[in-house]
């Protein structure tokens, strides 16, 4: 499984930016596909996730109502539309992706860089 995560990049606080990461290497019935994040200093946390099959997403708190996770099969990608952006979410942002039946996300993209300044 090959994740290729792009989009990243500097935006002022109120932005948007769109991150993409195209899967390859099998194919992805019943995986689970997924953004997290990491600021300088602190912890990996989730963002979204979503499923392949029937596209139910979940966001964190803190995504709800700014950030949307979506996927296309043909493209075989997933996107992550970030809007009303906030210093605090300056981080490294990866995808990752599990089977349904792993506990954790095992599958993981290089990061891709956001930077939002106020």
């Known amino acids: 499984v090959q994740l290729q995560a792009s989009g990243g990049g500097s935006v002022q606080a109120g932005g948007s930016l769109r991150l993409s990461c195209a899967a390859s290497?099998?194919?992805?019935?019943?995986?689970?596909m997924g953004w997290f994040r990491q600021a300088p200093g602190k912890e990996r946390e989730v963002v979204a996730t979503?499923?392949?099959?029937?596209?139910?997403?979940n966001y964190a708190d803190y995504a709800k109502g700014r950030f949307t996770i979506s996927r296309d099969k043909a493209k075989v990608t997933v996107y992550l539309e970030m809007d009303s952006l906030k210093p605090e979410d300056t981080a490294v942002y990866y995808c990752?992706?599990?089977?349904?039946?792993?506990?954790?996300?095992?599958?993981w993209g290089q990061g891709t860089l956001v930077t939002v300044s106020s």
């Open positions: 290497g099998r194919t992805f019935t019943n995986w689970v």
């Open positions: 990752a992706t599990r089977s349904s039946a792993a506990r954790q996300f095992n599958y």
């Open positions: 979503i499923t392949w099959n029937l596209g139910t997403t």
